[in-house]
């Protein structure tokens, strides 16, 4: 009986250790007044980003390893669309001169490999410009400033209007 409940105890303290190493990138919640983004940050590391490392026209994480999570604490406007206070998983399609972002009632996705198979649970498409930076950053960056949610990498960055009701 001890031996089962030994295994037991490191199964539930060691599996999550395991689940972590998986990860390839540090990863961070970012937070403003009730909305907040935990996500992946990868590493520019010399690629190209946009157009190559992440095709243009295919449905992206907006990060690395598990697929990014938005929380509403109350109704948003996002964009200019209603969404309801919840977790969403945060999807974007990177284009050169703009990016449609999506949110998903799906949560727990690694990366966008079964996007297609959860499409149908989109809860909100937008569509924002691109902005074309003269500096580069290094690592993805997801922040919040002026009432936009701002995702930048590498040369690129979009503004997502955003704000609680």
Not at 112 to 140: H, R, T, W
Not at 150 to 161: A, C, G, Y
Request: net charge positive; aromatic share 10%; glycine share 8%.
């Amino acid at each position: 009986m001890k031996s089962v409940l030994f295994a037991l105890l490191a199964f539930v303290f060691i599996a999550p250790a395991c689940a972590q190493q998986q990860r390839k990138s540090p990863h961070e919640t970012v937070s403003d007044g009730g909305i907040s983004v935990t996500y992946g940050r990868p590493y520019k590391k010399g690629r190209d980003i946009f157009g190559s490392l992440e095709p243009y026209g295919k449905v992206w994480r907006a990060g690395a390893d598990e697929a990014t999570e938005i929380t509403f604490a109350k109704d948003a406007m996002l964009a200019g669309k209603h969404i309801k206070a919840g977790t969403y998983t945060l999807f974007v399609i990177p284009e050169a001169k703009e990016w449609t972002i999506i949110l998903n009632s799906e949560l727990k996705q690694w990366g966008a490999y079964e996007y297609d198979k959860i499409k149908g649970k989109n809860v909100a498409q937008v569509k924002v410009p691109v902005i074309n930076l003269d500096q580069v950053v290094e690592q993805f960056t997801i922040r919040f400033a002026g009432g936009n949610m701002i995702m930048e990498w590498d040369k690129t960055q979009v503004k997502l209007p955003v704000m609680l009701h």
